[in-house]
């Protein structure tokens, strides 16, 4: 989820450049750094590449064993008497994943009030094309495994968007802008779509008492944005209840960060501030989620092991076909999803194709959408308690992206060879 930064001063004639601190905070100079590398579509796919082939190289190497340690190693954070402590794999996966998912509300947020998603004729065509690309690689899925595997149906739904963005940017400007931002609304509505998925049949067993803690956490954050409060960091005590809470009732807590994402104002201060929360907050996040907490995601739960070499369990009755579901679920069933859908709704003129949009780059943005990476493995962790059959679905998801990768380059560059020949 790439933000739109806000404007920067531009200079007018005669009119000298604003002074610059000769030093800043080291965070501000991260962030800076970050920010500048996030502007590269592709920096954050290679990170991501980057920091999965660790996680496979180490949990298949003579270290294995130190690999799998390093996640279960215990972590407490404690506020006066109370304290909680779980696995460094935990606060990985519910607690910094939580800031992934603020950044998802934050664009879904921004894109119903000022973008794709704002005006509904606009946004039917990408909603359509999402919903298909939701439902086909599910059916294929369930049409492909047994019962006993059918908790799994979720995991070929989701879409990577640093990923498949990052490998739309390798191809170059040679192809029609239309085409990203297609498969960038595409993406935003999947991640609305797996939202919706993890919180309606991936948290069973919900104690709906709990739900009033949660209710007092997102009550403090309206009662701060009533108060005018705008300091970001003011806001993460009532945030850690809504946290809290939501994990109590079991959800999963991730949800947490959606929920503060949807109800962040999207209307700056007048007089007090230069840009509205919503896009201050994103901006400020979205490079540290790009180039920390995704890459950090996948080097905790990419460490597959391939072979005994990296210590593999015995395989379990249906792994293999698990594997072959998940991969042939996202890589056929993503791009016959996204095309059948707009098929339809073009025949039966709901809507039109963008100006500038064939279906060759409607094929396009389904191969693409094809890369499921950390979406996909964060649901395989919520989908499958057999630590087998977890394995044998993140390798699916591993290879149906790395597939749909290549498959989205390869059919890139021969629509840019057509156009540049034609």
């Not at 962030?31 to 999965?52: C, E, F, P, Y």
Request: glycine fraction near 10%; include cysteine; aromatic fraction near 8%.
């Amino acid at each position: 989820m790439r933000p739109r930064l806000p404007m920067t001063d531009r200079l007018t004639p005669g009119r000298a450049a604003p002074r610059q601190p000769a030093l800043l905070p080291l965070s501000d100079r991260c962030t800076a750094l970050l920010s500048r590398l996030s502007h590269a579509d592709a920096a954050g796919g290679i990170v991501l590449l980057i920091a999965a082939a660790a996680a496979l190289a180490w949990a298949n190497s003579p270290w294995a064993a130190s690999y799998h340690a390093l996640w279960h190693v215990p972590l407490s954070v404690a506020v006066g008497g109370w304290q909680l402590t779980q696995s460094l794999h935990f606060w990985v996966n519910d607690a910094l994943m939580t800031v992934f998912f603020l950044v998802v509300g934050l664009e879904i947020r921004r894109e119903l009030h000022e973008g794709a998603l704002a005006q509904p004729r606009d946004a039917l065509l990408p909603v359509l094309a999402a919903l298909g690309g939701v439902a086909v690689p599910a059916l294929l899925y369930l049409a492909l495994v047994p019962p006993a595997l059918r908790s799994g149906w979720a995991v070929p739904t989701a879409t990577d968007i640093a990923f498949a963005v990052g490998v739309l940017a390798l191809l170059g400007r040679g192809l029609p802008p239309v085409v990203r931002v297609f498969l960038l609304t595409l993406a935003i509505i999947d991640d609305l779509v797996a939202v919706l998925i993890i919180a309606l049949f991936y948290s069973g067993g919900l104690q709906w008492p709990m739900f009033g803690i949660a209710a007092l956490g997102l009550a403090g954050v309206l009662l701060l944005q009533q108060l005018g409060v705008r300091r970001a960091w003011a806001y993460v005590p009532a945030g850690a209840v809504l946290w809290w809470g939501i994990w109590q009732t079991g959800a999963h807590p991730t949800l947490a960060g959606v929920v503060l994402g949807l109800v962040t104002p999207v209307h700056a201060l007048a007089g007090r501030e230069p840009a509205p929360p919503v896009q201050r907050v994103q901006a400020s996040l979205h490079p540290w989620v790009t180039f920390g907490v995704m890459p950090l995601f996948a080097l905790a739960n990419a460490g597959v092991a391939l072979g005994s070499a990296g210590g593999a369990q015995p395989a379990a009755p249906g792994t293999g076909l698990l594997m072959a579901a998940v991969a042939v679920a996202l890589v056929a069933g993503k791009p016959l999803g996204v095309l059948l859908a707009c098929w339809l709704a073009v025949r039966l003129r709901l809507c039109a194709l963008p100006a500038g949009m064939g279906w060759g780059g409607l094929l396009l943005t389904g191969l693409l959408a094809g890369i499921g990476f950390t979406m996909a493995i964060f649901i395989a962790t919520l989908a499958f308690d057999s630590a087998a059959l977890l394995d044998a679905a993140k390798r699916g998801v591993l290879l149906a992206s790395g597939l749909a990768a290549l498959l989205g380059l390869a059919w890139g560059w021969w629509l840019q060879r057509r156009a540049t020949t034609a």
